[in-house]
Structures are given as structure tokens and as C-alpha cells.
């Protein structure tokens, strides 16, 4: 095992359980006082802004964005719906997501299902892996929803390590989970998946469907096309991935489609243990590496 990273630990803080409902289910501290609590009506967000009711829209911002002017019912004149007028306020989802999350401090991004229940391994897997991640100083990044994305973030929760959820506007409102200290919704994909690769040293993919499969392949593209560079990705549940890895060994590098190295790029294991060791070792070689380009660019004596 290595060292603990370089950048100090933040903060331990005391933590409570989350409050409960009279039925003892944990209630999110972020829903407790919306109006939408107990009223039984359906709501979701469009950005952040709360919508119930008739203002329920059946489409996204993705949605209305990617689909031509005829197939979305607008009238080509409407400018607040225009893509110039888009433009701005993909900007300003930009601005919002780098001022919220430039303080961050070292972080890891934990990504898999939704649909996990509490009751499966795999989510205690995840709840050790935002555990042991807290407890080695980094925060912890998912997609803010349930299933492997609460565990993640639960487990940080539990030794008071900083847990940040990056939600997303959908057609079915999930909302963010209860573990979050720090939220925020964006109505852009592409928007959020930058979030996910500026702010952190590393992905853990746990089990997940065609989100976890595009945070996945969308990072080792950028690795291996030297986007990112010291990027570690780590594959948990090796029964579950060992399909994948396969078909990536026998059928794209057979076939010539990636480079025989192009599978280091990936670490399998099923170890929370191992899983943090490859961040914090991947870390320390940045900081290494980084301090030597730091004298390369500035020897002794400041001279150039």
C-alpha cells in the first residue's frame, strides 16, 4: 500500500444520521422543507428551478437542444428557444459549475446504477469504496442519484468527508440523494461529464448501465487520446466486467481496433482496498511529476 496523498485530509466533522419520517426512512435534508414533501404531487427540476403541476414540461433541455425546430413544435422565430440564446445559458451552467466546485480539493468520481438496491453487494461495495475514499482525504463525486451513486456518497458520509452529488434533468425526476453535502443540477450532459473530468483525480466504475458505460468509455477515450493524462480508472466487480474486458482483449485489439497497452489503461478488481491504493498512487506520481517540472521551470534562484 502507499502513503496517504500529499494534499492534506480535509476536515472530520461529527455527523448525525439524516432526519427520519414517522415511518423511521431517512428524509433528505435538501427535500425536508419543499413544498413538494407529503403533497403527493409529482415534480421535477429544469436546471435549478423546481417544477409542479402544470408546469411539469415532458421533454429535457438535452432534449429540446439536439431535436430540430419542426420535430420539437417551435416556431423558428422564438428566440429565448434559439441556439444563440442556448449558448448563454450553457455558459452560465459552466460558470455555475466551476465556481461551485473550484475549491473542491483532491477528488474521486464513483459511478454505477441507479437501480441498485440498498440490500445488494454491490452497494456495500460502493458505500466502502466512498468510505475508504473519505477516510484517504479525497471528496467524493457521483452523479447525485440513487442506487451505487447514494452509496458512494453514504459511505462519505459516514467519516465526514466531503460528498458532492452532479445531478442531471430527466424526464423522471430522481433528485439528489440524502448523502449530498454539496449539489448542483445541470440540464446539459456534455456540461456535467466536464465537471466529472476537471474536478477529479480518477474514476471508480462500479456495475451500471449505458450512463456508467459512457462515463466509462468517454474517459478512457480521453486518456488514451492524452486529454487527461495520470487518469487511473478502476473496474470494480470483476465478475461483472470480465465479459467487457474480454471482448476488449480478444475483439478490439485482435482485431486491431486499440493497442495492446490500451488495456493497462484499465485496473479490474473487486477491493475497495485496491481500488483507493491505484488513486493515491496515481496521485502521488502527478504531484511528483509536477514538482519537477515546478524546478525544470524554475530553478534554484528563480532564474528561468
Known amino acids: 500500500m502507499t502513503s496517504t496523498p500529499e494534499t492534506p485530509t480535509p476536515e472530520r466533522q461529527t455527523r448525525t444520521d439524516p432526519p427520519a419520517d414517522a415511518s423511521g426512512q431517512p428524509v433528505s435534508p435538501a427535500h425536508s422543507a419543499s413544498p413538494s414533501s407529503g403533497s403527493g404531487q409529482p ?22 437542444f439536439l431535436e430540430p425546430e419542426v420535430l420539437a413544435g417551435r416556431e423558428p422565430g422564438d428566440f429565448t428557444r434559439s441556439d444563440p440564446w442556448r449558448v448563454l445559458r450553457i455558459q452560465s451552467e459552466f460558470v455555475d459549475g466551476f465556481d461551485t466546485l473550484a475549491r473542491l480539493g483532491p477528488a ?17 461495495m460502493g458505500r ?18 440513487p442506487g451505487i451513486m447514494e452509496a458512494a456518497n453514504r ?5 465526514g468527508a466531503r460528498s458532492v452529488g452532479l445531478g442531471i434533468e430527466l424526464p423522471h425526476e430522481q433528485g439528489l ?36 458505460l459512457d462515463e466509462l468509455f468517454e474517459s478512457l477515450t480521453l486518456v488514451q487520446t492524452s486529454k487527461m493524462t495520470r487518469f487511473p480508472v478502476v473496474l470494480m466487480g470483476t465478475a461483472f466486467w470480465a465479459p467487457l474486458v474480454d471482448w ?32 493515491r498512487e496515481a496521485h502521488e506520481r502527478r504531484s511528483h511529476e509536477q514538482h519537477h517540472l515546478d524546478l525544470d521551470e524554475f530553478p534554484e534562484g528563480g532564474q528561468r
Not at 474521486?108 to 456495500?124: K, L, M, N, W
Not at 448542483?184 to 476537471?198: C, G, H, L, P, S
Open 128 to 145: 466502502a469504496v466512498g468510505r475508504q475514499l473519505g477516510e484517504a482525504g479525497y471528496a467524493v463525486i457521483t452523479g447525485g442519484g
Open 108 to 124: 474521486i468520481s464513483v459511478f454505477g446504477s441507479a437501480r441498485t438496491p440498498e440490500s445488494s453487494q454491490d452497494y456495500s
Open 248 to 279: 476488449i482483449k480478444n475483439t478490439l485489439v485482435s482485431e486491431g481496433m486499440i493497442s495492446a497497452g490500451d488495456v493497462d489503461l484499465l485496473c479490474v478488481t473487486d477491493s475497495p482496498e485496491e481500488a483507493v491504493a491505484v488513486m
Open 43 to 64: 415534480f421535477r427540476h429544469k436546471g435549478p428551478i423546481l417544477l409542479r403541476g402544470r408546469e411539469l414540461h415532458r421533454s429535457t433541455s438535452d432534449q429540446r
Open 155 to 159: 459511505g462519505a458520509h459516514d467519516v
Open 177 to 212: 440523494n440524502q448523502y449530498i453535502d454539496l449539489g448542483i443540477n445541470f440540464r446539459y450532459f456534455f456540461v456535467r461529464k466536464t465537471m466529472f473530468a476537471k474536478y477529479s483525480q480518477g474514476f471508480i466504475v462500479l456495475p451500471g448501465g449505458f450512463g456508467t
